[in-house]
């Protein structure tokens, strides 16, 4: 079974920013972990993409601020709990 979406975009962002999953939460973004800049935004994209098969609009990616706006804008895109 797939593990649910917030699961699953958590351990994607852990990966690409290179964090702890533990460290992770909805209201972690920009400011609060350090390896999260704009080259490593466009990274987490293409993973988010990759991982969920959705595409992101511009509009989606200019909006993702935290990791809860992630885990909406991926769900709204089409990515679904197993």
Do not use: Q
Request: hydrophobic residues 40%.
């Amino acid at each position: 079974m797939t593990p649910p979406v917030k699961e699953r975009v958590y351990r994607v962002v852990a990966g690409v920013l290179n964090v702890p999953v533990e460290r992770i939460t909805d209201e972690s973004d920009p400011d609060t972990i350090t390896s999260w800049d704009s080259l490593s935004h466009l990274t987490l994209v293409l993973a988010l993409e990759s991982e969920f098969h959705v595409t992101l609009t511009d509009d989606d990616v200019t909006d993702m601020l935290s990791v809860g706006l992630i885990c909406r804008i991926v769900t709204e895109r089409g990515a679904v709990d197993a």
